[in-house]
């Protein structure tokens, strides 16, 4: 249902723009989430967008520096991730809900790492 992309390897200070693409005709009625997970760790929450993409919000260890943005014509959200710290090195894990249903997926996961 959900396909995550755009993770790799960069250095201290880098963007990555990851994505967040879906199959499903419904997508604008999804709220998507962003989650990641760092090894030994348990998967925290990272960003949020809407679904009529009205509000967003972010954890506050990557606020100032992370945006997300969504494009219901293509089915996809985007995390423009800027100024990356090795502590953000983690899989990063899209998820959405559908606002009306419950209904709820969780995308594959794409690794970034961040070198220092």
């Known amino acids: 249902q959900l396909e995550d992309s755009g993770g790799g390897l960069v250095q201290a200070g880098a963007s990555l723009r990851l994505s967040c693409a879906a199959s499903?005709?419904?997508?604008?009625?999804?709220?998507i989430g962003w989650f990641r997970q760092a090894p030994g760790k348990e998967r925290e929450f990272v960003g949020f967008i809407g679904w009529r993409a009205i509000n967003t919000n972010f954890a506050d260890s990557v606020k100032d520096r992370f945006t997300i943005s969504r494009d219901n014509a293509k089915h996809t959200v985007d995390l423009q991730m800027n100024s990356l710290k090795p502590e953000d090195t983690a899989a990063y894990f899209c998820y959405a809900e559908d606002a009306f249903t419950g209904s709820d997926y969780w995308g594959q996961g794409t690794q970034v790492t961040v070198s220092s």
């Open positions: 499903e005709r419904t997508f604008s009625s999804y709220s």
